[in-house]
């Protein structure tokens, strides 16, 4: 189905992403919550709308990232380690990893590395 909005409507320093969000919060809350992780270091904001994605996605898949980089649970463990809860990001990590239909995209190569040092690092603690 073609959108109603076009992508490049979408800014965040003003308030269409959440008009977007209101008209088709299936198309663009996955986005708005990758745009506030990666441009605005609204981690709370940004994993508030990632758990209101699994929520309206009824545990089907919830995607990828505004740019298609990273799972949306991905990106959720990145706002989590952001905020000091390495333990909560460490077990977003591994559930979305051990998911059989997870693509591990070439920026999770990079993400798992992070990831084995984070718990080695947490393990000695």
Request: charge should be negative; charged fraction near 25%.
């Given at each position: 189905?073609?959108?109603?909005?076009?992508?490049?409507?979408?800014?965040?320093?003003?308030?269409?992403?959440?008009?977007?969000?209101?008209?088709?919060?299936?198309?663009?809350?996955?986005?708005?919550?990758?745009?506030?992780?990666?441009f605005v270091a609204d981690y709370e904001g940004a994993i508030n709308?990632?758990?209101?994605?699994?929520?309206?996605?009824?545990?089907?898949?919830?995607?990828?990232?505004?740019?298609?980089?990273?799972?949306?649970?991905?990106?959720?463990?990145?706002c989590l380690k952001a905020l000091g809860r390495i333990n909560e990001a460490i077990d977003i990590w591994e559930y979305q990893?051990?998911?059989?239909?997870?693509?591990?995209?070439?920026?999770?190569?990079?993400?798992?590395?992070?990831?084995?040092?984070?718990?080695?690092?947490?393990?000695?603690?």
């Amino acid at each position: 189905m073609e959108s109603r909005i076009s992508r490049q409507v979408i800014s965040l320093n003003g308030k269409n992403i959440d008009r977007a969000v209101e008209l088709e919060p299936m198309e663009y809350l996955g986005i708005r919550a990758s745009l506030k992780c990666k441009f605005v270091a609204d981690y709370e904001g940004a994993i508030n709308d990632i758990e209101a994605c699994n929520k309206l996605f009824k545990g089907n898949d919830i995607g990828y990232s505004n740019d298609g980089t990273y799972h949306l649970n991905m990106v959720k463990g990145l706002c989590l380690k952001a905020l000091g809860r390495i333990n909560e990001a460490i077990d977003i990590w591994e559930y979305q990893l051990a998911k059989d239909d997870h693509f591990l995209g070439k920026y999770d190569y990079l993400l798992l590395e992070y990831f084995t040092i984070m718990t080695v690092n947490t393990k000695k603690q």
